[in-house]
T-cell receptor, first 113, second 117 residues
Framework: GNSVTQMEGPVTLSEEAFLTINCTYT??????LFWYVQYPGEGLQLLLK?????DKGSNKGFEATYRKETTSFHLEKGSVQVSDSAVYFC????????????FGQGTELSVKP | DAGVIQSPRHEVTEMGQEVTLRCKPI?????LFWYRQTMMRGLELLIY????????DSGMPEDRFSAKMPNASFSTLKIQPSEPRDSAVYFC???????????????FGPGTRLTVL
């Protein structure tokens, strides 16, 4: 079945450091891939998405490229801020399974000033 | 737009009591999803609706859980009787086209934090 695996957290960085959160997936079809972010006490918000191989999603300085050959969708940001502290979820949606989202376990990011 | 609205935001109840969680999706959205989030199991899809019809309830843990969507602007998730292991944050989400569009963005509500004593 479809699944998503993320690197375990928590990840602790200093402000302006480079961020990578690894995400790999297993899917039988051709999924769309997403990164959602959850700030403390809030629901999840879409951060970025990519719908086909080699697409790059980007938003708020975050980027992720859909790599079919490595079944990966790693999240990157060149310079993190304290306000980026949150839990990040990688997810996939397979139209062959009704488009429902399958989430990874989430990676907590803590950015220190 | 007010976004997805959930009520109550917090619920504390005793084991054996009935609990009803409520959700109002974004106006015009055709699909609605109920999720449960716990530290142990992460984020789990419980059930989702397209055009008010339940499409996939395979994530509903057991018969104590039921969900309804009587119209396009309202859904409920009911637990009867509740148990301590049901303690979690329950999220409702809606999307414009749902299962017919795999890349559709889901918009989440703020969640209901349920504690069953």
């Amino acid at each position: 079945g479809n699944s998503v695996t993320q690197m375990e957290g928590p990840v602790t960085l200093s402000e302006e450091a480079f961020l990578t959160i690894n995400c790999t997936y297993t899917a039988t079809g051709y999924p769309s891939l997403f990164w959602y972010v959850q700030y403390p006490g809030e629901g999840l918000q879409l951060l970025l998405k990519a719908t086909k191989a080699d697409d790059k999603g980007s938003n708020k300085g975050f980027e992720a490229t859909y790599r079919k050959e490595t079944t990966s969708f790693h999240l990157e940001k060149g310079s993190v801020q304290v306000s980026d502290s949150a839990v990040y979820f990688c997810a996939l949606s397979d139209q062959n399974q009704g488009g429902k989202l399958i989430f990874g376990q989430g990676t907590e990011l803590s950015v220190k000033p | 737009d007010a976004g997805v609205i959930q009520s109550p935001r917090h619920e504390v109840t005793e084991m054996g009591q009935e609990v009803t969680l409520r959700c109002k999706p974004i106006s015009g959205h055709n699909s609605l999803f109920w999720y449960r989030q716990t530290m142990m199991r992460g984020l789990e899809l419980l059930i989702y609706f397209n055009n008010n019809v339940p499409i996939d309830d395979s994530g509903m843990p057991e018969d104590r859980f039921s969900a309804k969507m009587p119209n396009a602007s309202f859904s409920t998730l009911k637990i009867q009787p509740s148990e301590p292991r049901d303690s979690a944050v329950y999220f409702c989400a809606s999307s414009l086209r749902g299962g017919l569009a795999g890349a559709d963005t889901q918009y989440f509500g703020p969640g209901t934090r349920l504690t069953v004593l």
